[in-house]
């Protein structure tokens, strides 16, 4: 069951024992007494739940951020924590008031016949006045947390409609979207020509930075339902060079049902496509692209997003902020890191939503020219108020690497930690085998000699091969082969399922030879 289906569950659960323990109070004797207990059962389930921080369950008490940022959220939560402690107060009232032997064990009797109560359903402990005072107390904390019940639902009604309609008819109150799908790649022996490929007209190019440009594109109505994307998702899309069209990988900054999709691409130094895109790109122009693919993406939105991005990695973060911001109801806490403020995207953009969503966002920048380099260390400060949240981090290698870190050192669970890794994953030093590859393409057979450490692609690139290829970085599935003989391993993978890695599918930009021959075919 998904984390959303269970957090609706428990609380469809609570409501119906709240509800049928509070009218069984003056006429069910028993029925209100085992009621009871199965709230206590279900206080307990929440307070293991809270301690085990499991997915899709919030925590119990406000996080230190919102203490300090008071508003609509804290209220909620602070209605929460009430409610709990109403729940506990008129239980442990109606606890103390009665013989529990005797109501267990008559209750017991209904499915183990030999139990008997013994004392005929009487279930008062005695004590006179001090059992009425007990008794009016228990009614008093009943109404009132009832009362409680009341107000939370009046908040719902007012600053959580989505959230209260979700947990009613059990959608998450995010759309689904489309399943993550690994894009068609080009058509095998051809870089220019791709099966699945799509025209799009280049709307608009606009200047985000010195080195970034976001790219907005018009899409047909008829072509819409082949660019549906989730949040965080990326776009492969082929640049004309001396050497034919390339195809590149870049994440969507807009959310999803945006009217023009937008991808965002920083200029990288040496790099062919991303240049071309920044310097000779204008609206008007057709680009050639692929279906969106990725999986860096949110399941749901029952949790808090502890978002951390760095440079160029703010683009898929971007989408999944302002999607959460749209259509979740948790709060979002970004931490940014750029070399200095001229360079960072969407500065305005992110200034906007703050002001738009004081009680919901939080926004934390950082700037290397000014305060250093963020190390573990220092994320590990930043951090330790959003510990409950699910957690999504791209940026260069070596920030992402102290991001992760830092994580594991709040004790983050690995499971709440998703990452999204830009360009190529290199193999250690001196790492690898030689290798004959037995290679089908096209139709055509042929023999490519691979070097030890060489991944596949780069292997019968260099034989003058001219394989399906975009992402490089084992993200999106356009290099998928199938090896037909000897084996390979894998340095990254975020595409193939286990059932296709069984079946013998790989990525030829991420896979080494591990025999002394290998046979692929495309």
Request: some cysteine; charged content about 20%; aromatic content about 6%.
């Amino acid at each position: 069951m998904k984390p959303f289906s269970r957090f609706r569950l428990y609380h469809w659960l609570l409501a119906i024992a709240f509800g049928a323990a509070y009218l069984t109070g003056d006429d069910a004797e028993l029925a209100h007494v085992w009621l009871g207990y199965g709230l206590i059962a279900l206080l307990a389930v929440r307070l293991v739940l809270a301690i085990a921080r499991s997915r899709g369950f919030p925590a119990l008490l406000p996080p230190a951020a919102q203490w300090k940022k008071p508003g609509n959220a804290l209220a909620g939560k602070l209605l929460t924590v009430g409610l709990v402690l109403g729940f506990v107060s008129t239980l442990t009232i109606g606890v103390t008031m009665i013989d529990n032997r005797a109501a267990l064990s008559e209750g017991l009797s209904t499915v183990i016949p030999a139990t008997q109560a013994d004392d005929d359903g009487d279930y008062d402990e005695g004590g006179g006045g001090l059992l009425k005072d007990a008794d009016e107390v228990h009614e008093w904390l009943a109404n009132a947390t009832l009362t409680l019940v009341g107000l939370h639902l009046g908040w719902l009604l007012l600053y959580r409609r989505r959230q209260a309609w979700a947990m009613l008819g059990g959608s998450p109150t995010t759309p689904a979207g489309p399943a993550p799908q690994p894009p068609v790649g080009p058509a095998p022996g051809s870089r220019g020509a791709a099966n699945g490929a799509l025209a799009l007209r280049v709307a608009e190019v606009r200047r985000e930075s010195a080195d970034a440009v976001s790219i907005l594109f018009d899409v047909p109505a008829a072509l819409r339902p082949r660019l549906a994307y989730r949040a965080g998702q990326f776009l492969t899309l082929a640049a004309p060079t001396a050497d034919g069209k390339v195809w590149r990988c870049y994440s969507f900054s807009s959310a999803p049902g945006a009217p023009q999709p937008r991808v965002t691409v920083k200029r990288v130094a040496g790099g062919v496509v991303s240049n071309w895109l920044n310097s000779e790109l204008k609206a008007g122009d057709t680009l050639e692209v692929l279906p969106p693919a990725g999986n860096f993406v949110a399941d749901g939105c029952a949790d808090d997003l502890l978002l951390i991005a760095a440079g160029s990695g703010i683009t898929p973060v971007f989408s999944l902020l302002q999607d959460a911001l749209a259509h979740g109801e948790g709060r979002v806490h970004l931490v940014y890191a750029n070399r200095d403020a001229a360079s960072a995207i969407f500065a305005a953009e992110l200034e906007r939503l703050c002001a738009t969503h004081p009680d919901r966002l939080s926004l934390h920048h950082h700037f290397d020219a000014v305060s250093g380099y963020l190390d573990a260390a220092a994320l590990t400060a930043l951090l330790q108020d959003w510990t409950h949240a699910q957690a999504f981090v791209c940026g260069p290698a070596p920030f992402m690497q102290a991001a992760e870190a830092a994580l594991a050192n709040l004790g983050v669970d690995a499971a709440r930690v998703h990452v999204e890794r830009f360009g190529q994953v290199r193999a250690p030093a001196g790492a690898g085998r030689a290798a004959t590859l037995q290679v089908t393409l096209g139709g055509q057979m042929q023999n490519v000699e691979a070097r030890p450490g060489e991944v596949l692609l780069a292997s019968m690139e260099r034989a003058g091969l001219t394989p399906p290829s975009a992402c490089r970085a084992g993200s999106c599935g356009a290099c998928k082969c199938k090896v037909t003989a000897g084996r390979v391993k894998l340095r990254e993978n975020q595409v193939l399922t286990d059932a296709e890695l069984a079946e013998g599918w790989t990525l030829a930009c991420q896979a080494e030879p591990e025999t002394e021959r290998v046979e692929l075919r495309f």
